[in-house]
């Protein structure tokens, strides 16, 4: 079976461009979640889907970043513009309900800016 | 506030040296404790979720046990591809959230 598929995988960038991460979710899950993870503060939530529908965004760190889930197959994680600081490994998660299911990660995009 | 704290940051063992690596947590209501293998470069790899206090599980030289207070993933005969980093995360009743320690490096030497 396929794993959470995540797109681009890298990604480099000049501070102020767009970005946009997506993410396919294992297929019957959910719930999904992206996370960023840098050295200095582990893996982060920046936002919880359920049912397609944002349930909590409070670790998106700020209003340049949105997300969106038009469909059970498929989510955008987007950056408007970016900044040096932005630069981490964002990755993408999925389960079956949530709470005490375990969540499977995607391989992560890495994402530079300069 | 529930939080998890991951101990030691790093470990070098020897090929063949057994060790532990501990997740302490505070959690209102457990519903599950994960661990994931991470390798440079890659996502997280599900290893185990444990439900309840004395709850063990094993997976070729992993084995991972659960008490109220803290996990442990005891490493048996390490070999180099062993060497990843461990993460943990656990979530809590009332919540879908999952609270992730910042993982162990665990480097073993040939």
Known sequence: DAGVIQSPRHEVTEMGQEVTLRCKPISGHNSLFWYRQTMMRGLELLIYFNNNVPIDDSGMPEDRFSAKMPNASFSTLKIQPSEPRDSAVYFCASTLGGGGNTIYFGEGSWLTVV | EDQVTQSPEALRLQEGESSSLNCSYTVSGLRGLFWYRQDPGKGPEFLFTLYSAGEEKEKERLK?????????????????????????????????KYIFGTGTRLKVLA
Do not use: M, N, R
Not at chain 2, 67 to 93: M, N, Q, R, W
């Open chain 2, 64 to 96: 991972a046990t659960l008490t109220k207070k803290e996990s442990f993933l005891h490493i048996t005969a390490p070999k180099p591809e062993d060497s990843a980093t461990y993460l943990c995360a656990v979530s809590g009743s009332g919540t879908y």
